[in-house]
């Protein structure tokens, strides 16, 4: 309140605007009286009285407004201080403060604009204050021109399948976007107040989405927990589980994997995750090894921050680290949710300008390898009440939210709707299928590896179903790939596509990956291996594929191989020999300039004399351009 600062009459006197009328100043005196010991009727009587007799004594105004704005009677309010500064606009800054503010709890927040600019302009004001006056103008900015520029939103009610009278919180959606995971909050003891919150799940089918049922009875056996997710690939979740005897802290972050049909029981992510303070609200990115979390561990910035920790070679999770004061601020940032692009984060944030309350954020990793500003996601996406959580979709275009704003079915609902264009993630496609020993078709437990051959970056890190041998892996569009699929005692598998089309979960890419057991003889062709046109020296995005081979050789020390040179028919049939000899020796010595045994390896070039398609096409012929290694002895 306004007269909870003692020296608020001092100022006024020393801006020499005392009343010279006696009696208006005694009916101010006991309104002051009677303000003291809270009689707020009382005391805002006492000053019209005093108004009565001197209607340009700015004490009883600044009385009036003062309690006007405790009882959230902002017209009034605001009234009492324009009429200050009608009588006096240079007599002191606080009535610009508190015109200002009263603007800004009405809703009138253009209006408040030039207010906090007056009040900052005076001198010597209150550095308190002066900072509130900031801030208050930011945020008063920032909803003015999100009010005034409304990003299209439609929310659109799932459906009685999912949504009860009771709460239900989105929690994640599955790749190809036809399982919803979420929290259903359900009544124990009304009167005590007792609640549980199970996970559960729904299918999509024809585009709607069927009656959810419990997602595991042994999960929602272990308590309170919620804050479900589940990894692009599809073969983990994880969840935050709360008051534990095994938890670390009050609330601790826990896992499950998928063998097939079947869940294992839940883990304990372990001390260097969880820690006895708080942790929540996992994503799991697609690149398979890097989970983000909220947590009011220690070295944060503010009440909650969000971070996140990488997958070790070892299987160890890597100590977490904040990320950084462009996302975290001094107050809570929660609920992280990485995008399958691996390069779009959205969250929730009280700290950051915005609507009010919990707003929804979304932000880029940049050139630098590092997440740019933060965005606020818009009005009305984004209101005064609590927006504290967003589930966006692979294919980017659709997102879901918990409201309980747009009428429903009950509490909290939840809505599907169309993302604004501008706030949405990097085009991404998934592809999935089978990994099988190409001799008795048996499925295996294989390791992907997906590299941008632009840069080298290892986009995505997974593995398929150790009983049937499923992988789905979801990876951003426009972008040319070296493939290596790998399982113990196998060649591995290598190739390099051009990821231009967009698949969706009617029409995914499908790729079956055929697997040959290391015998002598057999042979695998290294299709990220790359020349210059009629030239054998190495390019550089070539290492990706050699590096790979390097670690195979040291991880099988007893292999001896025979790099293979392959050419198409264009030219004689000596430069092509000649051509594809110089291409295997080229191989051949970096990977002795590497450390591999020059005992184990062997070069051999064989022009266009084992062709593997025809070369009357240009698809033909690229195939026979190839590089491959042989086992020559195992």
């Known amino acids: 309140m306004i007269f909870g600062s003692p020296d608020i009459e001092a100022q006024i006197f020393i801006a020499g605007d005392l009343t010279t009328s006696a009696k208006a100043k005694k009916w101010q005196d006991k309104a002051m009286e009677a303000y003291s010991f809270k009689e707020f009727e009382k005391a805002k009587n006492l000053s019209m009285k005093a108004l009565s007799y001197?209607?340009?004594?700015?004490?009883?105004?600044?009385?009036?407004?003062d309690i006007y704005t405790s009882e959230e009677k902002y017209a009034e309010s605001i009234r009492m201080y324009?009429?200050?500064?009608?009588?006096?606009?240079?007599?002191?800054?606080?009535?610009?403060?508190?015109?200002?503010?009263?603007?800004?709890?009405?809703?009138?927040?253009?209006?408040?604009?030039?207010?906090?600019?007056?009040?900052?302009?005076?001198?010597?004001?209150?550095?308190?204050?002066?900072?509130?006056?900031?801030?208050?103008?930011?945020?008063?900015?920032?909803?003015?021109?999100?009010?005034?520029?409304p990003v299209p939103f439609n929310p659109e009610n799932i459906g009685q399948g999912i949504n009860t009278p009771f709460d239900e919180y989105v929690n994640a959606i599955s790749t190809d976007e036809r399982l919803l995971f979420f929290t259903r909050k359900t009544p124990l003891n009304l009167d005590k107040g007792l609640y549980e919150e199970n996970i559960f799940m729904s299918d999509n089918i024809e585009d709607a989405w069927q009656i959810a049922v419990e997602f595991d009875a042994r999960l929602n056996a272990v308590g309170n927990l919620g804050a479900f997710t589940v990894s692009p690939d599809g073969m983990y979740i994880f969840f935050t589980a709360c008051h534990l005897p095994q938890g670390y802290g009050s609330c601790d972050l826990y896992y499950m994997?998928?063998?097939?049909?079947?869940?294992?029981?839940?883990e304990n992510l372990g001390p260097i995750i969880n820690t006895p303070t708080w942790e929540s609200q996992p994503s799991f990115s697609s690149d398979g090894k890097t989970l983000y979390f909220a947590?009011?561990?220690?070295?944060?910035?503010?009440?909650?921050?969000?971070?996140?920790?990488?997958?070790?070679?070892?299987?160890?999770?890597?100590?977490?680290?904040?990320?950084?004061?462009?996302?975290?601020?001094?107050?809570?940032?929660?609920?992280?949710?990485?995008?399958?692009?691996?390069?779009?984060?959205?969250?929730?944030?009280?700290?950051?300008?915005?609507?009010?309350?919990?707003?929804?954020?979304?932000?880029?990793?940049?050139?630098?390898?590092?997440?740019?500003e933060p965005v606020n996601m818009g009005y009305p996406i984004n209101t005064e009440a609590d927006e504290v959580n967003i589930i966006v979709s692979a294919s980017g275009s659709e997102a879901y939210i918990s409201s309980d704003q747009y009428g429903g079915y009950g509490k909290f609902d939840i809505y599907r709707f169309d993302l604004p264009v501008e706030t949405r993630p990097e085009k991404v496609t998934?592809?999935?299928?089978?990994?099988?020993?190409?001799?008795?078709?048996?499925?295996?437990?294989?390791?992907?590896?997906?590299?941008?051959l632009e840069d080298g970056h290892v986009v995505i890190e997974s593995y398929s179903d150790?009983?049937?041998?499923?992988?789905?892996?979801?990876?951003?569009?426009?972008?040319?790939?070296?493939?290596?699929?790998?399982?113990?005692?196998?060649?591995?598998?290598?190739?390099?596509?051009?990821?231009?089309?967009?698949?969706?979960?009617?029409?995914?890419?499908?790729?079956?990956?055929?697997?040959?057991?290391?015998?002598?003889?057999?042979?695998?062709?290294?299709?990220?291996?790359?020349?210059?046109?009629?030239k054998f020296e190495l390019k550089e995005e070539s290492k990706i594929e050699l590096q790979k081979l390097i670690s195979y050789l040291n991880q099988y020390p007893s292999l001896?191989?025979?790099?293979?040179?392959?050419?198409?028919n264009?030219?004689?049939e000596d430069y092509n020999l000649e051509l594809s000899g110089k291409r295997a020796a080229s191989v051949f010595q970096y990977l002795v300039d590497e450390g591999i045994s020059p005992g184990r390896l062997e070069s051999k070039g064989y022009g266009f004399s084992l062709a593997v398609a025809s070369n009357d096409t240009e698809e033909g012929r690229a195939k026979n351009r190839r590089t491959e290694f042989k086992v020559v002895d195992y």
């Open 54 to 65: 001197d209607s340009a004594y700015i004490l009883p105004y600044m009385m009036l407004g």
């Open 82 to 149: 324009s009429t200050i500064i009608r009588f006096k606009p240079e007599v002191h800054p606080d009535p610009y403060y508190f015109l200002g503010r009263a603007q800004y709890m009405d809703h009138r927040y253009a209006a408040s604009i030039p207010n906090f600019k007056k009040f900052l302009f005076f001198r010597d004001i209150d550095p308190f204050r002066a900072m509130n006056a900031a801030n208050l103008l930011a945020s008063a900015s920032f909803r003015a021109h999100a009010m005034a520029n």
């Open 257 to 266: 994997q998928r063998q097939g049909n079947i869940w294992t029981s839940p």
């Open 295 to 372: 947590s009011r561990r220690p070295g944060g910035f503010g009440s909650s921050d969000i971070w996140k920790s990488e997958l070790l070679p070892d299987g160890q999770w890597g100590e977490p680290y904040n990320l950084g004061e462009k996302i975290n601020t001094l107050h809570a940032e929660m609920a992280p949710m990485i995008h399958q692009d691996g390069k779009s984060l959205y969250y929730s944030s009280t700290g950051h300008v915005g609507m009010g309350g919990f707003d929804l954020f979304f932000a880029h990793i940049d050139s630098t390898g590092f997440f740019g």
């Open 430 to 452: 998934y592809m999935h299928g089978k990994v099988y020993d190409v001799e008795n078709g048996k499925p295996l437990l294989a390791r992907f590896e997906l590299i941008d």
């Open 466 to 534: 150790v009983v049937n041998g499923d992988f789905l892996v979801c990876l951003p569009v426009d972008h040319q790939y070296a493939l290596n699929v790998s399982s113990e005692w196998y060649l591995f598998y290598s190739e390099n596509f051009n990821l231009t089309g967009e698949y969706s979960a009617a029409e995914p890419l499908h790729k079956d990956i055929p697997l040959k057991k290391i015998s002598v003889g057999e042979s695998v062709v290294l299709e990220n291996i790359f020349y210059e046109t009629d």
């Open 560 to 568: 001896k191989i025979e790099i293979s040179g392959h050419t198409d």
């Open 570 to 572: 264009v030219g004689t």
